[in-house]
């Protein structure tokens, strides 16, 4: 099984809102990551949680909030965002072993396409 | 440093028939893998071939196959028997030394014809 889920699909929200992005896997990945997507590009690294810590935060602004419950859930989650964040969210899991194999293969969810009025 | 490079931003190609979506990269690294991942309008990135450096075989999964061409730094997919449903961005992407995480190309728009 390969299956990343993500929820919601879709969502519209104001700038004072607060939301969450989940993101589920069960192929026992222990790296978990955050992208942000714009159209027609590639996807923006945001977030790397490996073992469930956080090792890689790309300078993301602190209006999104990355959480690793545990090995196979990843939350972001989203405060006073601004219109220009409206994009897609993707998460995708990997294994942890690095050395150029196939085993650093990612999975990607379906994203979520998230709108900021 | 590693870098990818698509130079083709948008391809053409008629049903049925076959068509070549360039990649080329620059590592320092001797062992690296490249991958490729096709992004359909729904937007999921969905995982189509895998190439590891030492790999002595081009990789083929069903109708997609690596052309890898190790000296020349460039690992291009091949389509054969063109489909609709082909239609969609392609991603190249490397990971490469001791660093599971890839980089990305900027993607090529493959349209299918009928």
């Known amino acids: 099984d390969t299956e990343v889920t993500q929820t919601p699909k879709h969502l519209v929200m104001g700038m004072t809102n607060k939301k969450s992005l989940k993101c589920e896997q069960h192929?026992?990945?222990?790296?978990m990551y955050w992208y942000k997507q714009k159209a027609k590009k590639p996807p923006e690294l945001m977030f790397v949680?490996?073992?469930?810590?956080?090792?890689i935060n790309e300078s993301v602004p602190s209006r999104f909030s990355p959480e690793c419950p545990n090995s196979s859930l990843l939350n972001l989650h989203l405060h006073a965002l601004q219109p220009e964040d409206s994009a897609l969210y993707l998460c995708?899991?990997?294994?942890?072993?690095?050395?150029?194999?196939?085993?650093?293969?990612?999975?990607f969810g379906p994203g979520t396409r998230l709108t900021v009025l | 440093a590693q870098k990818i490079t698509q130079t083709q931003p948008g391809m053409f190609v008629q049903e049925k028939e076959a068509v070549t979506l360039d990649c080329t990269y620059d590592?320092?690294?001797?062992?690296?893998?490249l991958f490729w991942y096709k992004q359909p309008s729904s937007g999921e990135m969905i995982f189509l071939i895998y190439?590891?450096?030492?790999?002595?075989q081009n990789a083929t999964e069903g109708r997609y196959s690596l052309n890898f061409q190790k000296a020349r730094k460039s690992a291009n997919l091949v389509i054969s028997a063109s489909q609709l449903g082909d239609s969609a961005m392609y991603f190249c992407?490397?990971?490469?030394?001791?660093?599971?995480?890839?980089?990305f190309g900027r993607g090529t728009s493959l349209i299918v014809h009928p």
């Open positions: 995708a899991s990997s294994q942890v072993r690095g050395g150029a194999t196939s085993t650093d293969t990612q999975y």
């Open positions: 192929m026992g990945h222990r790296a």
């Open positions: 949680y490996s073992y469930e810590k956080l090792s």
């Open positions: 590592t320092s690294d001797q062992s690296y893998g």
């Open positions: 190439q590891g450096s030492y790999d002595e």
């Open positions: 992407a490397m990971s490469s030394g001791g660093s599971y995480i890839p980089t």
